[in-house]
């Protein structure tokens, strides 16, 4: 989880760093990381927009990045939440198996009770 939000952060940061550099519309680098940010995550609120083709051209590499990284960002959190459940599930399951282990240990200890004592009887 930590590596997809590194690599998210740093998606987004040279997206806004190149939307800054690129596009003369773009005057700050906090105007860049939100254009970079609206694009890769293709929300397109249209208050910002790439301008130039170099910049439209840029526009389809971060949201095909952005795609990619947001995704696998999504995917971990989404992995982290189901990891509980089923971390919660198997000691459950284990906790069950164990009790009728103990179980059948004791069936399997009474058992050879009854074998002895018969053994006895016979001999």
Sequence with gaps: MLYSLILCSL???LGGVGFWALDPQIETFSD???LAF???????Y???VPSTH???M??????????AVLSIATASLAAIFVEKDVEVEENQLENDLMLELIRLREDVRMLRTEVRALRDRIE
């Design 11 to 13: 998606i987004l940061g």
């Design 32 to 34: 860049g990381l939100w």
């Design 38 to 44: 609206t694009t890769a995550a293709t929300v397109g």
């Design 46 to 48: 249209g208050d910002l």
């Design 54 to 56: 170099f910049s439209r």
């Design 58 to 67: 840029f526009a389809v590499i971060v949201v095909l990045l952005g795609l």
